[in-house]
């Protein structure tokens, strides 16, 4: 059931696009008050809309590093075995994001590393080691060209 409003749909776009706007800036975008915009902020927050707010790192600043995404079939898709998978890949700190998925693959990770060497160390050691792998296939990112955080239903 969904309950947003024009208002509210213009209040999660301006924050998508970025979280450091205040609800003062917000109302004056949209030739509103500040209280109202604060109250549907909080709402939302509430509600479930707005999950959290982040910095978005650069991480070429950071260090080199590789993105990788691996693609991770299964030996068999049981519930508890998914479910195995998935808590084991929690703890993974190189597991950026990960997507059940349909099709010929289970799983699609999003791995962040410092390089092939690290990415090989870490498939051995860490993905390949884990139980009911069937089969795992990457393809390594050589260059961002769209990254967006903007729903594109908004």
């Keep these: 059931m969904e309950t947003l409003d024009n208002t ?3 209040i999660l ?3 998508a696009n970025n979280a450091k706007v205040g609800a003062k800036a917000i109302a004056e975008q ?3 008050t500040k209280t109202p915009v604060y109250e549907r902020i909080k709402r939302l927050e509430a509600e479930g809309y ?10 070429q600043k950071i260090s080199e590093s590789i993105t990788v995404f691996s693609f991770v079939s299964l030996d068999a898709q049981k519930g508890q ?8 890949v ?11 998925v349909g099709g010929e693959f289970d799983f699609l990770l999003k791995i962040t590393v410092k390089n092939l060497d690290a990415y090989y160390d870490f498939a ?6 884990l139980a009911n792998i069937g089969a795992v296939k990457s393809a390594f990112v050589l260059n961002a060209s769209k990254h967006s955080y903007q729903h594109p239903l908004l």
Excluded: S, W
């Design 8 to 10: 509210d749909r213009a």
């Design 13 to 15: 776009k301006i924050l």
């Design 30 to 32: 949209l030739g509103l």
């Design 50 to 59: 707005i999950e959290g707010y982040v910095a978005i790192i650069n991480q």
């Design 81 to 88: 075995l998914m479910d195995d998978f998935l808590e084991r």
């Design 90 to 100: 929690q703890q993974l700190r190189p597991v950026t994001e990960c997507y059940v």
């Design 124 to 129: 051995k050691n860490h993905i390949a080691t």
